[in-house]
């Protein structure tokens, strides 16, 4: 049976299976329904309040508690679980996967997709792995919205001779759903979200976990007066516990490698606060304030900013 | 002459002076003329530069290159300079000011201010420190604007012995431009500001200079994909740089204090993920979610959350 949303474009793809479907995977099928990009949606989900959730909310077409079930005559395969989780789905996956599937994932760092699912793929199965650089500090599957991805980056990582055709499809199905699309080398990919994602996701659990260890009072203090920068550190330390566990595990290296470099800078400015050095603290904050207009010129500092300016109190 | 907007109250000050009208000062300006709070308003600011602003935008009814004159008759003075000019300020406008006067401030520290306007006010004159938990990260007389105080804390610092009448008048200024005045001992408030402000944006200017080091090829891709949660980080590392490293400066103490506990704990999630200690970080994680709680029903997440849920992407 299909549930497709009527659409004037033929469905990219007949039949789509999501494993997992957290915040991405239920807003991926909740895109491919609005935009009519699919005939038939298949859900995976390993605890059964999670499947009844997905049921409940119409979701996908079917849902199972066997990603080799789920996957089976499917088009498209999205991985959508934990990166951490990613080996042990493909390898329940592979046997129900038809000859020339494409699979793909949604994971927060690519090297270790590619060394964990790569090996459980079948001769004629196409992997084009993917990061949609979308996402909120909620999860699970009704945290899902069908405009999560638009004007998102989506982040295609193909390793070389992956079939050309294959990698088109799953890109074409990014475009649909709103992102804009971009190929990049998987350790590349995973340098600069280390920068980017992971660093300040590290940070803000850190910070707001300093503050946690705070005595009784204090802490009490830190949450009624958050309003001047502490608070976009505790959205962000917000965000899914074992999702983030997963990626600082699996994006180790350039993870400390940035951490590294941050502390050293860290550390430099903490001097030039003992020692009073006034001068090296405000030639840092004017070069930081350049790399700022860079990201309003972009276009990524995002629409509500203008709000931001108004209402949120941080600045003093 | 009088420049006060009507009103049906009667004005709380009959003259008001703003000793530096930037980003705190012009937002009290207009909101001091929306609520009809003030007779007259005079201004005084360094640079001929912002003087001229301030007389375009008419933001007071007159403006000043010499402290002593602005707060000529003044029944309220209000320094809202960067706290590392507050001594040369407060020096230089002790001469006029008139018998019976209070003077306040907009500061982000409030220990430092006491020990530097403290000695110039001559017996007689009010000193209530304050600080209005408000801004952004723009600043200058023109990116004020007259409800940046709606709903946020304003602190008011007293030190004992104060004046009972002249610190209630300088708490109702602030209630009518929409604030919520609490009070606190000086040392307090440095060291929950040092955590809730200081450490978050010291933080935010280190981790957009590590970006700003990277190889010139990535640093693009940085701005580019920013999204991730390092666009949070950049907007706060926007602010102001003479203000901030005046706070740095005029803080040390509490900020190194808290910096030394901050860099303990970066440490301990270091080696975690050094040594694959998945746990350690989910427990920590679960954690942070507590604070965040926290910081949603204390409502100071304020009301663009909605809105960042939907379109901020910096969940993966």
Redesign the interface.
């Known amino acids: 049976m299909s549930g497709a949303a009527p659409s004037a474009a033929a469905p990219l793809f007949g039949k789509v299976a999501l494993l997992g479907v957290g915040?991405?995977g239920s807003s991926l099928a909740l895109a491919c329904r609005r935009h009519g990009l699919v005939g038939e949606l298949a859900g995976y989900a390993r605890r059964p309040e999670t499947r009844a959730t997905i049921e409940r909310l119409g979701l996908t077409d079917s849902v199972h508690d066997d990603p080799a079930e789920a996957v089976a005559g499917a088009d498209l395969v999205v991985l959508c679980v934990p990166v951490?989780a990613n080996a042990a789905v493909a390898e329940a996956m592979a046997p129900g996967l038809k000859a020339g599937a494409i699979v793909s994932d949604?994971?927060?760092v690519k090297q270790a997709v590619i060394r964990d699912v790569g090996p459980f793929l079948p001769d004629g199965v196409h992997f084009v792995p993917g990061?949609p650089?979308?996402?909120?500090?909620?999860s699970g599957p009704e945290a899902g919205?069908a405009?999560?991805f638009e004007e998102?980056?989506c982040?295609l990582t193909p390793p070389p001779g992956t079939d050309e055709a294959a990698v088109e499809k799953v890109a074409e199905l990014w475009r649909r759903c709103g992102a804009r699309v971009e190929a990049m080398e998987a350790a590349h990919h995973d340098?600069?979200?280390a920068?980017?994602?992971h660093?300040?996701?590290?940070?803000?659990?850190?910070?707001?976990?300093?503050?946690?260890?705070?005595a009784e009072s204090?802490?009490g203090?830190?949450?009624?007066?958050?309003?001047?920068?502490?608070?976009?550190?505790?959205?962000?330390?917000?965000?899914?516990?074992?999702?983030?566990?997963?990626?600082?595990?699996n994006n180790?290296e350039a993870?400390?490698e940035?951490?590294q470099?941050?502390?050293e800078?860290?550390s430099r400015?903490?001097r030039a606060?003992?020692w009073?050095e006034?001068e090296a603290?405000?030639d840092?904050?004017?070069?930081?304030?350049?790399?700022?207009?860079?990201?309003i010129q972009?276009g990524?500092?995002?629409?509500?900013?203008a709000?931001?300016?108004?209402?949120?109190?941080?600045?003093?």
Chains 1, 2 share one sequence.
Do not use: C, N
Request: overall charge positive; aromatic content about 10%.
């Open positions: 915040l991405i951490g949604v994971g927060s990061h650089i979308a996402g909120t500090e909620h919205f405009d999560l998102r980056y982040v340098k600069v979200l920068m980017t994602s660093l300040p996701h590290l940070i803000s659990y850190t910070i707001v976990g300093t503050a946690f260890d705070l204090e802490r203090e830190v949450i009624k007066y958050a309003a001047g920068g502490f608070r976009d550190f505790t959205r962000i330390a917000g965000s899914d516990p074992v999702m983030w566990r997963d990626i600082f595990l180790r993870v400390l940035i951490l470099r941050f502390g800078d860290l400015l903490q606060i003992r009073g006034g603290l405000e840092l904050f004017q070069r930081t304030r350049e790399i700022r207009r860079g990201v972009l990524q500092a995002g629409t509500f900013d709000r931001e300016q108004k209402k949120d109190g941080q600045g003093d």
